[in-house]
């Protein structure tokens, strides 16, 4: 890491304080937070740190969206199917009370036992389930609720079945009915933000990653399937690619970090949702008062301007 | 960036067996499926269809747009964007020496080209793919060209036509490659806004990134026969399912019987298919 990307880093993290996207009494314990993640940072990430993020967003006792749902939402209310065919369990969507007021929620849902991970296919969606998510984001729109999503998935599911119904076309679709949107949105990738079936839900006005999170372009498994036909290679994999969220927020992919309690998510849900929520309604509450047509346009501009040319 | 610690990906494996699979495949202008020979004026005179049985060669951008444009009317445009190396990326050798390759190797600064062009007398802006340069993989330049050539025809007042072959995200520019997909999606979205019509093309192969993003959002949808466009590439899909795959997985006759695609359309017939809806879409 030269002294230039570090001071890019730097200055995202001093602007984030400013814009009071982490603020509150937790504030200077979270700057601290993110000064440690700096450091680590600085003090050069080895590929052995970033597996070990990759291994805590993967961790079976991280909390995954209905566990923060439960702890951050009064009333909730599920909806569920996509109106067309089925139900995809792997998306769960639905409209409750957070801070006061009535928000609709889209996130990936991974299982817990083996029982539920075979309903909620390990939170790898089919077709249908973008579909599900289409249908809860026109909602949001038609009444002008926020909308919240909880990004927490492998990757879209790669079967025979999900690519006769359209799998790529699906994921498409969610982004551009995301990019449509005239109500304020906010993006959490909660744990794993793998490949497509992330983006598909994380095309929002501000993009957050928990500090354990991994945002990236394919699976380390996949990318090791693809360069090394060797799905095992998944560490190298990861290392090349840096899906943490420092990396993230060096890159300008995401707006900001979200603590978690000391050892990760999973170590304190309660914390953790905490946390969350303060992170969430906090970005909520700087895109209060913006018009719907404004929303839109930052939104768009936000995407198109991501990317690093010569 | 040069310091920031860079992975040493030892692909050499993998290498070799391309090598292998390479010299397997035989002479690039032998048709593999009834393994006729031609001169490569010959086929290209044919569009690069096998005269015998309809297979379809790739074509690579510069002789597509030829293929599809009225005579002398293609002006490019954004010919100077170059990738940068934002990961400091290596495998077995670094993004920016696999990148300065591509460029000798296919005289394209990446794996897109755009610009205006009449299609048998209709105006019209291409964003036209190249599967030579990299696999014709979609990073930060391929999106920013999409984003301009949706740009372009929208201030033009002109529908867009593209025509896509790619294996999907450049894996090298990391999670900035992912976030070329909204970035293409929001072009889309500013150019339907702006009441301009997108023409996708789908051609072998259209997967990943690429069918989750700008090639899906068309509002008519063409794939040449044959051509694969799935999400998942049947190699993910059965490493990862164990699943048996149909013969025609992720074809495009299965997409146009499952519905995905308007119509599947041979080669001798792109231009003047093209050209008709160009005619339906003018105001």
């Keep these: ?310 | 960036m040069a310091q920031m610690s860079a992975p040493r990906i030892d692909v050499s494996i993998e290498h070799k067996r391309a090598q292998l699979e390479e010299r397997d495949a035989g002479h690039p202008n032998t048709c593999p499926s009834c393994n006729s020979h031609y001169r490569d004026d010959e086929l290209e005179r044919h569009l690069r269809v096998c005269p015998y049985c309809g297979h379809h060669f790739p074509v690579r951008a510069r002789e597509r747009i030829a293929q599809l444009v009225d005579e002398g009317t293609f002006v490019e445009e954004d010919a100077d964007l170059r990738s940068a190396d934002p990961l400091g990326f290596f495998d077995l050798r670094p993004y920016t020496e696999r990148l300065a390759e591509a460029e000798l190797a296919t005289g394209l600064g990446d794996a897109m080209v755009i610009g205006g062009a009449r299609i048998e007398g209709a105006a019209c802006r291409l964003a036209v793919m190249d599967f030579a340069f990299m696999g014709g993989s979609m990073g930060s330049v391929v999106g920013e060209k999409f984003a301009r050539a949706c740009e372009s025809a929208a201030g033009a007042g002109v529908p867009l036509v593209s025509v896509a072959a790619s294996g999907g995200a450049r894996m090298q520019e990391g999670i900035l490659a992912l976030m070329q997909l909204p970035k293409t999606v929001c072009a889309v979205e500013e150019l339907h806004d702006a009441g301009c019509a997108l023409i996708s093309v789908l051609t072998h192969p259209t997967t990943g990134g690429l069918l989750a993003s700008f090639a899906s959002l068309g509002d008519v949808l063409l794939a040449e026969p044959g051509a694969l466009m799935s999400f998942a590439g049947p190699r993910v899909v059965q490493q990862t399912t164990r699943e048996k795959l149909p013969d025609d997985f992720g074809r495009a006759e299965q997409n146009l019987r499952f519905g995905h695609i308007d119509a599947i359309v041979p080669r001798q017939q792109l231009r003047p298919t093209i050209a008709r809806l160009l005619r339906l879409f003018a105001p």
Excluded at chain 1, 145 to 151: E, R, T
Excluded at chain 1, 192 to 211: I, W
């Design chain 1, 1 to 310: 890491m030269t002294t230039e990307a570090e001071l890019r880093l730097r200055e995202r993290l001093s602007k984030l304080a400013g814009v009071r996207l982490l603020r509150g009494t937790k504030l200077s314990a979270e700057l601290e937070r993110l000064q440690e993640q700096l450091d680590r940072l600085t003090a050069e990430a080895t590929d052995e740190e970033i597996w070990q993020r990759v291994l805590l967003a993967r961790h079976a006792d991280r909390p995954y969206t209905l566990d923060y749902v439960e702890r951050m939402f009064d009333d909730f209310f599920e909806l569920r199917g996509d109106r067309a065919r089925l139900d995809d369990a792997a998306i769960v969507t639905g409209m409750g009370r957070l801070a006061g007021r009535t928000v609709v929620l889209v996130g990936q849902q991974k299982g817990r036992d083996l029982k539920e991970r075979t309903l909620r296919n390990f939170g790898m969606a089919y077709p249908e389930g973008y579909r599900k998510a289409i249908r809860a984001m026109e909602l949001a729109d038609r009444h002008g609720f926020p909308l919240l999503a909880l990004v927490d998935t492998p990757g879209a599911y790669p079967g025979v079945v999900a690519e006769q119904h359209g799998q790529g076309g699906a994921i498409a679709r969610s982004q551009a009915a995301m990019a449509r949107l005239g109500v304020p949105t906010v993006a959490v990738v909660i744990g794993e933000g793998g490949s497509g079936g992330a983006v598909a839900l994380a095309v929002a006005d501000k993009v957050l990653m928990q500090e354990n999170a991994i945002y990236s372009v394919i699976s380390p498994e996949g990318c090791a399937s693809i360069l090394w036909r060797d799905a095992s290679q998944a560490q190298k994999a990861a290392a090349a690619f840096k899906p943490d969220a420092a990396h993230c927020l060096e890159l300008g992919v995401i707006d900001g970090i979200v603590p978690e309690p000391a050892g990760g998510a999973h170590a304190d849900p309660d914390l953790a949702a905490q946390l969350l929520r303060e992170a969430v309604e906090g970005a909520f509450a700087e895109l209060d008062g913006a018009a719907p047509l404004e929303l839109r346009r930052a939104r768009r501009a936000k995407f198109r301007a991501m990317g690093v040319l010569a």
